[in-house]
């Protein structure tokens, strides 16, 4: 079984607003805590544990990251999880949702690419564009996982 937690780095009524978006599109998530719930958000490592704690899973390697911003990628790492950084979205681009969409798709591959680098100079393990790109990511983990089961998570060369 696959846990699904949200760790927001907004105070609960905007984690409200999310979590309520989220149900909008049938997704349920196991687990939430906002930002309002721990000592300090990114790049602190506590709301990671504290999803893990919530939701119990464990060990380290079991526990996926994803986020959109360096300081995420430095909570995952600060955890001991695997940071998968997400490109398309966060302050790296730069750009608002309305404002991605209208930008000449040579521009945006172009902030794209410098986002990806930035996350992974940052030392995540995985770099993706967006949230649909998550199962390949995990299939690769488990992969990993499968072949070296006690390992700590490792940078990938993604």
Known sequence: KIALA????????????????????DI???????VDDVAAGSPAPWQIYRCM??????????????GDTLADVQAGLDAGVWSVGIARSGDLLGLDVERIYELPEVDLLSKLKKARTRLL????????????????????????L???????????KR
Do not use: W
């Open 121 to 144: 100079e940052a030392g995540a393990h995985y770099v993706i564009d967006s949230i649909e790109d998550c199962p390949q990511v995990i299939r690769d983990i488990n992969r990993r």
């Open 6 to 25: 949200v760790a927001s780095e907004y105070g609960r009524s905007l984690t409200q607003a999310i979590m309520d978006a989220l149900a909008e599109k």
């Open 28 to 34: 349920a998530p196991d687990v939430e805590v906002c």
């Open 53 to 66: 704690e919530t939701s119990g899973v464990y060990p380290l390697n079991a526990v996926v990251f994803f």
């Open 146 to 156: 499968e072949s070296k089961p006690h390992r700590r998570p490792k940078p990938s």
